[in-house]
């Protein structure tokens, strides 16, 4: 069967090779006579499945030891809960930043656990833009500053760091981890949901500066505590064996591309066709503040909704599948992530301007 063009912001497209690697070992993983779901998570076989997505993860992001790498069932949305129960002491304040859906959700869910101050917000503004902010408008004692690096809903992007002093920088970078090179020495944690950039559902990576592990409320939650995951593999339950399995023939795939900041090349130039092609339309029209376009979720309208669905559905019909935008926002979005090749952008584009041509 032909696969599509897969525009999904999540779970979203994934790299071939990998998916055709799954399938060959799907039975049976090399010598074992099994296939890896059917492995016991602390089998020798299965450890070193799993030793070897955590070495490829720090390899291609060049995390060094003074980082614990964790892979947790919960997602992302897990991690709102957690961050709080791990860094955040009871009369603490803890600063977020609502650039975003996610954003503004992980402060909700922070706001369950203790005192959370919110030092700037795009809300009113649709979140087209991510909100301007200084370190004066953190609180001096604050535990940590939560921001999300790319709102994968509203297609933004930071194009720059905040600089925290020596407040911790917390990054959920569910929607553009291994799009672009970071410098992990800047976070005291990122972690992202697997499901846009890493491989399947089912689990965020955690990225912990060890310093910051070992705090934990009392009411965290055994399978939160990044100090407890952190001593034993993140294996104080059963973790998600299968998609950290994928997730290290994903990474691979990432190595092979030459790694992260040659993958970044190429969503720069998959960006700017399809931003090209938005500002020199008559019919299509980016929604994201120039300033902040995120490269990898491009979000648009005609601003009619019945085009734009129409669009969606004309686009479907030539191959290039999940296009609409999502349903808190409408429109259109296209998902470009590592996993989506510029032939892929290539064709959309080509598609944008042949639907414009007959359309306008
Ligand atoms: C998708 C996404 C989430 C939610 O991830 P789950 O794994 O579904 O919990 C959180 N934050 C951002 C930025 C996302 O893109």
Same mark, same amino acid.
């Given at each position: ?10 779970? =979203? ?42 070495? &490829? ?26 961050? $709080? ?50 370190? &004066? ?24 760091? $905040? ?28 972690? =992202? ?46 973790? $998600? ?13 990432? &190595? ?52 734009? &669905?129409?669009?969606?559905?004309? =686009? =479907? ?44």
């Amino acid at each position: 069967m032909d696969r599509v063009y897969n525009f999904a912001a999540g779970p =979203a497209a994934m790299p071939l090779p990998a998916l055709e690697k799954a399938r060959d070992e799907l039975c049976a993983y090399g010598k074992t006579g099994m296939s890896v779901m059917e492995m016991s998570h602390r089998s020798k076989m299965y450890l070193e499945i799993y030793q070897k997505t955590e070495a &490829a993860f720090r390899s291609v992001m060049q995390i060094p030891d003074t980082y614990a790498v964790l892979f947790l069932a919960g997602g992302a949305t897990g991690q709102f809960a957690a961050i $709080p129960m791990n860094l955040l002491p009871e009369d603490g304040v803890a600063d977020y930043v609502d650039s975003g859906n996610f954003a503004h959700g992980a402060a909700v869910e922070a706001k369950k656990y203790g005192n959370v101050h919110v030092i700037a917000s795009s809300r009113e503004e649709n979140y087209v833009r991510i909100p301007a902010f200084t370190v &004066a408008d953190l609180d001096a004692n604050a535990a940590y500053l939560h921001i999300t690096t790319n709102n994968t809903i509203f297609g933004t992007r930071y194009t720059k760091l $905040p600089e925290t002093g020596s407040i911790p920088l917390v990054a959920d970078a569910s929607s553009n981890i291994l799009s672009e090179v970071y410098d992990i020495n800047r976070f005291g944690v990122m972690y =992202a949901g697997a499901q846009k950039n890493i491989g399947p559902a089912g689990m965020a990576v955690v990225i912990v500066r060890k310093d910051l592990m070992g705090h934990a409320r009392a009411i965290t939650p055994k399978i939160y505590d990044w100090a407890k995951q952190a001593e034993g593999d993140s294996m104080v339950n059963t973790p $998600p064996t299968y998609t950290i399995y994928m997730a290290g023939l994903c990474l691979d795939w990432v &190595a092979e591309q030459g790694g992260v900041a040659a993958l970044e090349k190429v969503n720069i130039e998959k960006a700017a066709l399809l931003y090209d092609c938005l500002d020199n339309s008559k019919l299509f029209k980016g929604t994201a503040d120039p300033a902040f376009r995120s490269r990898m979720n491009v979000t648009f309208v005609t601003g009619n909704p019945d085009q734009d &669905a129409d669009f969606v559905k004309e =686009a =479907a019909a030539q191959g290039l599948v999940n296009l609409k935008g999502h349903r808190l926002v409408g429109g259109i979005r296209a998902s470009i992530y590592n996993a989506m090749p510029i032939e892929g952008v290539q064709k959309l584009v080509n598609f944008m301007k042949e639907y414009e041509a007959k359309h306008v």
